[in-house]
């Protein structure tokens, strides 16, 4: 990997004891949705990836022949990293467990490292469990801090709670988070949005309705609207912000690789996940590759979002 | 207090205590001078200090308060911004290779309130070498302009650790660890040359010049890495000065589950050595209270932070515990504040209860909010204390007035009502977070004075007889070693604190400033480094 080579996107997944973290994490590793996903893990023992899918294990790293690995996060991160840079142009992006009481938005910090870029952090909330802990005074300031800064705050267990745990813990996270709150479970590409680049987006020209997402860089969802859209040109830096706040409410993923006309010779990279808007840059431009793509939840309206991503430029 | 003029050692064990005479008719032997006019006291254990205790000496001194290093240099405090800005200096003078970065740690602009130590004044000494200077607390560091553009630190970089100025530039300031590593190699080789052999003999050094004889690392090797192990066990031969407990961090570093590590840590127990112990593991509950991190009960925080944090969910300690506990290994687990305490007391009561076990000698580590009523609940569940009686110098100040106030200060490392309540008491210095030296933690034990002359809590001091019993054998006692160490007795490892002069003698408020000689280990003396002062 070259330095110019494209950092690869680091999202934290947080969420107190009983959140679904490891069901999820091995429903990252078992359904990955195309995307070769690097997991970062605290324990081993909580994976449970059937034998006949590993490819290769090592001391801290287990090689999955779908592409994924699976790294234990030693006492020292900053190593932890420097191994999974080690695979970075054999994996797409990198999800990093987060423990039960730990603070998903400082580990977040870590997504700054070279290498990398920071990809959203998601807290998983427990319908049947999260109103008493709220409150426990052992722990009830740690879990409201973890939604408080999450970008995204994904129900867990929705097949199990009630109709009123579900609605009263929403009204509960709307009271205190920022967050975009959302039902789970959600498919990969939906939860950590798409990733690769190119985007592999088909053109379309501002004027025209945007395409459907091409289905190859990220997998169509029956639920979930997906479009994406090629940009021309530079874009100026104030449309930028102008855009990302005016994005309709069903956004819970945006990814855009775009030229700015004050950087028109570096790549900028722009991330939505849920409530947050990430600007980076992430090497040199390269021609025709500009292009944005959407996710948004199952009901938004098509209008809305063709009429939104038409407005970039 | 018994005493006696000579003792007798063979093989390196205490063999009989006495007068010369006697002990020269009885056992014969030849009869050693060397230390006619010295106080010899039983070897001083030092419960709970860290592995870079020395290694950290390998690097540039810029302190508020004057040290001593393992080789005897004085360094003395930097106590004004240009202090800093010429010990850097003269370290840069003395470094060859132009690539080779300048690391140098001790940093605590708390000391120059209102003003802002950042690149400008590193960009003083050089524009052209590296330059990062640690924090005090270790969670932070200032670095120069040539290791940011290196490093590739610059506008650009968006990162809530690494503050900008009003021209959008970094600072140079890197908070916490995340923003710490963008240092790159620069970060990497300040943390990893801690671990090497060097760093390992340097603790040695640093342990004898202050008179300790055996240390506890509490979990700062990773003790499954056998590349570790045999490096614990190759150098400290038996011309090592120190005896180490090795305490497993089992917090981080149990890849494979509580239950394997236990496993792995019974069957490391059976290559202990003389000089070196096994089979104990340290987990940690909160954060520091100087760092506003340590978990408090109400009220809180006098400045009004938020809580602390958790390092283990207060639900998963006893599960935590469990597998270590079942295994007869020693747990010792790092809790601050008193709320920390409250739910390593709830594991525990649910540990002991479901698998008793009478003589266990787990402890709490720094203890230092603990409650007259928590200590009667460690005295149920036969725990120990090991308090952090130095903070009462190093942040005594600080406690009174930003992090707890007054009243709460002075009821902190409360060693007096873990004795009266009977309590196994030992004190320590978390060496390099302080000093290491028994006699520095003793002295703020019995005199509990903070450096601003208040004196914190009167009603917690103990004796020095008492703080002499906490830090020889009541450490001895919580590393489940005073079979072999923590008084001079027959049978035991010749294990001496060699001084100049008797703390029972001088004035309690001079304690700290008895001359150490040396020491003595498994019979062989150590004389202490020759103290320079440059």
Known sequence: MTPEAARLPLTVI??????GKTTLLNRLLANPDGQRIAVLVNDFGEIDIDGRLLNSTTDNVLRLANGCICCSVADNFAETLETVRGFADRIDRVVVEVSGVGQPHKVAQWGHSPGFSPDGIVVLVDPLSILSRATDPYIGDTVISQVTRADLVVISRTDIANVDELEATEAWLDNVTDATVLRGPLPTAVLLGPVSRPLGVDYCPPSKEPTPGSGTAEPQHADHVTLSRRLDGP???????????????????????????????????LQICGSSTMVSVDGPWDDGEDAVVAIALPGTPRAALVKWLNLLG | MPSGSAIAVRHGRF????????????????????????????????????KDTGGIWQFTYVGFEARRGPNGRLWRGCTTFDAVIDRLREADRLLDDPDEPLLAWGLDPIFWPGERFDRRQLDAVSTTRRI?????????????????????????TVAEGVPKDDSGLP???????????????????????????????MFGQAARNVGVTTVADLGTSNLLDEAVIRQWIGLADETFPMRTAMFHGALMSAPDGDEACAAAMVDLRRRSTDRVRFGNVKLLMDGSIQGGTARLRWPG?????????????????????SPYHRAGLLVHTHANGDQAVDALLDAFDQVQTANPLPDHRHTIQHCQMTTPGQYRRMKALGMCANVFSNHTWFWGDQHRTITVGPDRA?????????????????MHSDSPVTPLGPLHVAWAAVNRQTPKGEIMGEHERITVAEAMHAVTMGAAWQLRMDDAIGSITPQKFADCTVLEADPFEVDPLELRDIPVWGTMSGGVLHEGSPQTDA
């Open chain 1, 14 to 19: 947080g969420g107190y004891l009983g959140a």
């Open chain 1, 235 to 269: 874009i100026s830096r104030p449309s930028i912000e102008t855009w990302t706040r005016a994005r309709p409410s069903g956004v819970i993923r945006a990814k855009g690789l775009i030229r700015v006309d004050d950087r028109p010779n570096d790549r900028t990279v």
């Open chain 2, 15 to 50: 063999l009989a205590v006495g007068e010369v005479d006697e002990l020269a008719d009885v056992y014969g032997g030849t009869v050693d001078y060397t230390l006619a006019d010295k106080v010899l006291l039983p070897g001083f254990v030092e419960a709970h200090s860290h």
């Open chain 2, 132 to 156: 990062f200077v640690a924090h005090s607390n270790m969670h932070l560091a200032t670095v120069n302009s040539a290791l940011m553009e290196q490093e590739g630190i610059g506008p650009d």
């Open chain 2, 171 to 201: 600072t140079g300031e890197l908070q916490e660890f995340p923003a710490m590593a963008l240092a790159g190699q620069t970060f990497r080789s300040f943390f990893g040359r801690t671990q090497s052999d060097e760093s390992v003999l």
């Open chain 2, 301 to 321: 925080y006098l400045h009004g932070g938020p809580n602390g944090i958790w390092l283990i969910a207060p639900e998963q300690v006893a599960e935590r515990i």
């Open chain 2, 410 to 426: 002075a009821r902190m490392n409360a060693a007096r009502t873990a004795l009266d309540i009977g309590v196994p008491l030992s």
